[in-house]
């Protein structure tokens, strides 16, 4: 349910905004541009917002410059500390994941995450979006950042290049965690009663927005 992570996340508090400043070279390519990234979220994003996968509260406070109202959903707690130092003290996090947490508490316009929805596999990333059907009304937006590849041939030579460069940290992820194709995406969002548009950030991430019909 996207919580075989968790521990991995609690270990990654401490240097995650290291890394996606681009210090680690494995990872610099699929941080490029993350101010980019989250400012085009941040732009596409209605409120209320609720968002998954806090971390450590990067979009959350681009978010709330933009004067949203922001349900906050992360299943690490340390990712959660991080973030509490960061986000206003009203700001109140919940403990939860993609498939599970705790209802918002007023009609939410925007569903948001950057760097998270691949812990999903692809049955509960349907799941995800079929429950999000039913919070949005018409209009409402999905708008997911997220490592993405065009079709399967492209997700294997991305796997190939990173053992080709010695980026074996990298090429790990890439095999062990649920990374899904554009053409999947699109069913699932479509078959849900969204149409769905996707821009690409960089070689990793794209920007999905999806809105509900």
Same mark, same amino acid.
């Given at each position: 349910?996207?919580?075989?992570?968790?521990?991995?996340? $609690?270990?990654?508090? $401490?240097?995650? @905004?290291? &890394? /996606?400043?681009? &210090?680690?070279?494995?990872?610099?390519?699929?941080?490029?541009?993350? *101010? @980019? =990234?989250?400012a085009d979220v941040t732009s596409k994003a209605h409120g209320p917002v609720l968002e998954f996968g806090v971390g450590t509260g990067n979009l959350t406070n681009e978010l709330i410059k933009k004067g949203l109202t922001v349900y906050g959903v992360e299943p690490s707690a340390s990712m959660r500390e991080k973030a509490a130092e960061k986000l206003p003290e009203n700001m109140k996090l919940q403990d939860g994941d993609f498939l599970n947490f705790p209802a918002p508490p007023e009609q939410? *316009?925007?569903? /948001?995450? &950057?760097?998270?929805?691949?812990?999903? +596999?692809? +049955?509960e990333?349907?799941?995800? #979006? *079929?429950?999000?059907? $039913?919070?949005?009304?018409?209009?409402?937006? =999905?708008?997911?950042?997220? &490592? #993405?590849?065009?079709n399967k041939d492209a997700y294997s030579a991305t796997i190939e290049q990173a053992e080709k460069h010695e980026f074996f940290n990298l090429a790990n992820d890439l095999k062990s965690e649920y990374y899904t194709t554009m053409e999947v995406l699109q069913e699932i969002f479509n078959k849900n009663g969204f149409t769905v548009e996707f821009q690409r950030f960089n070689h990793?991430?794209?920007?999905?927005?999806a809105i509900k019909q």
């Open positions: 349910m996207g919580r075989e992570f968790v521990e991995l996340f $609690n270990d990654w508090a $401490n240097y995650y @905004d290291a &890394t /996606v400043s681009g &210090t680690d070279k494995e990872y610099a390519e699929v941080f490029r541009g993350y *101010q @980019d =990234i989250l939410i *316009q925007s569903i /948001v995450s &950057t760097y998270a929805f691949h812990h999903l +596999t692809d +049955t990333k349907e799941e995800a #979006v *079929q429950h999000y059907g $039913n919070l949005l009304d018409k209009g409402g937006k =999905i708008v997911f950042a997220d &490592t #993405v590849f065009e990793f991430v794209w920007v999905m927005e």
